[in-house]
């Protein structure tokens, strides 16, 4: 299996960049897929997530209203389009797949609940 993760670049402040994760190797229309970030000097953290069909969604706090989580199973990819950038937006970015067909909506923001990981994609927000 595997993620590949791009989209990423240099953008300024008030920008919008589109991430991309195709996944290769077995299908994941039934799983849940999300996006992580990792910062320099900071732990990873979540930030976005949506169940198999879509019909759940999570973001963490400080995205919320500027960054939105799509899927299309179609083509086994999850899309993260990010907005309104902002410098503390800086990180790389890694798509997660839950390996667990239909997995629940529970612990979506934990990185252990996701079996699978793409590489990273970095993004530079410029102030």
């Known amino acids: 299996v595997q993620l590949q993760a791009s989209g990423g670049g240099l953008v300024q402040a008030g920008g919008s960049l589109r991430l991309s994760c195709a996944a290769s190797?077995?299908?994941?229309?039934?799983?849940?897929m999300g996006w992580f970030r990792q910062a320099p000097g900071r732990e990873r953290e979540f930030v976005g997530a949506?169940?198999?069909?879509?019909?759940?969604?999570s973001y963490t706090e400080s995205v919320k209203g500027r960054f939105t989580i799509s899927r299309d199973n179609t083509k086994n990819t999850v899309y993260l389009q990010m907005s309104s950038l902002k410098p503390e937006d800086t990180a790389v970015y890694y798509c997660a797949v839950d390996g667990e067909m239909y997995g629940g909506s529970r612990d979506l923001n934990d990185p252990r609940k996701y079996d699978y990981w793409g590489q990273g994609t970095l993004v530079t927000v410029s102030s």
């Open positions: 949506i169940s198999w069909n879509g019909g759940i969604i």
């Open positions: 190797g077995r299908t994941f229309s039934k799983n849940v």
